[in-house]
């Protein structure tokens, strides 16, 4: 038995048309609703973007909320009997484990920058300069042509490395969820993975496109529109409104991401119990 990724994306909308009511409101406080509290507490202005105490905990409520939403929803798109309690409380209880990997990984990718820090200190970079030009690329300083051809290697084999990873990695949280694992959820998902990784990737990548281009239209068409309506004395009004809409079509998008890893996770391991079962006949 072989998984297609057509057959998850069908499975994916059965969960959606029968469960839609149930992981809605989970969509809504986990990706939603940090956009609504950052537009009311913190909204952040062209000249003066929020980076004071209120923005790092409405950040953090923002992380802790989406990956509970994320647990929930992957809850219900696995088993056809869970409930929506039975979702919130297998978020709230696998928050903790999936915290601690999500730090692990994102520790690895920290080092693998950290590279690229150690060579431009060894190319002698003038750091202070390039924090004082603010991200303007004409007050950059230069970069020596060894350690310029260098990054551009490098960040070319973290880029594909780092594709590889997103699909071989993909099931991770779907793997501490239902299967009580820790760190060994990591090793889990690649073995789950295990011959999809191109298929895992061009999914990935389509989804990825068809995701920003959605989002990105929905912001500038109704903020269009809201300008229009509203007029130019509430402009700024207007771009919160669009945001918070944008935010509504990217959280639609993030549902219907995670009920598809949540899908083939549930392909994947069946599979793979199945060539186990299929291996101890054999022997």
């Known amino acids: 038995m072989t998984v297609r990724i057509g057959t998850v994306w069908d499975s994916t909308q059965q969960v959606l048309a029968g469960r839609a009511g149930m992981i809605a409101p989970f969509a809504a406080i986990g990706f939603v609703l940090p956009s609504v509290l950052q537009l009311v507490l913190a909204p952040p202005t062209p000249t003066q973007p929020q980076i004071g105490m209120m923005a790092l905990g409405l950040t953090v409520l923002s992380a802790l909320l989406g990956i509970w939403a994320q647990l929930a929803i992957m809850a219900l798109a696995t088993h056809p009997a869970t409930t929506s309690a039975d979702a919130s409380r297998a978020g709230l209880r696998r928050l903790g484990p999936v915290l601690g990997v999500a730090l692990a990984i994102g520790m690895g990718f920290a080092l693998v920058a950290l590279v690229m820090i150690v060579v431009l200190g060894l190319s002698h970079f003038d750091f ?132 598809f890893i949540a899908r083939l996770y549930v392909a994947t391991a069946g599979d793979q119990a199945h060539h186990e079962e299929v291996g101890s006949r054999s022997l």
């Open 128 to 259: 202070a300069a390039a924090v004082a030009a603010n991200g303007d690329p004409s007050k950059m300083p230069p970069i020596s042509g060894g350690a310029s051809l260098f990054l551009l290697l490098y960040g070319l084999a973290i880029l594909a490395g780092s594709l590889w990873l997103v699909a071989r990695l993909m099931l991770t949280y779907a793997v501490v969820l239902n299967e009580r694992r820790g760190l060994g959820a990591i090793r889990r998902s690649i073995a789950l993975t295990r011959g999809l990784t191109w298929r895992l990737i061009g999914t990935f990548l389509l989804f990825g496109i068809v995701m920003l281009v959605a989002t990105l239209a929905a912001q500038s068409v109704t903020g269009a529109a809201f300008r229009l309506a509203l007029g130019a004395d509430h402009a700024v009004t207007a771009a919160r409104l669009a945001a918070l809409l944008g935010s509504i079509v990217s959280a639609g998008f993030l549902t219907l991401g995670y009920v």
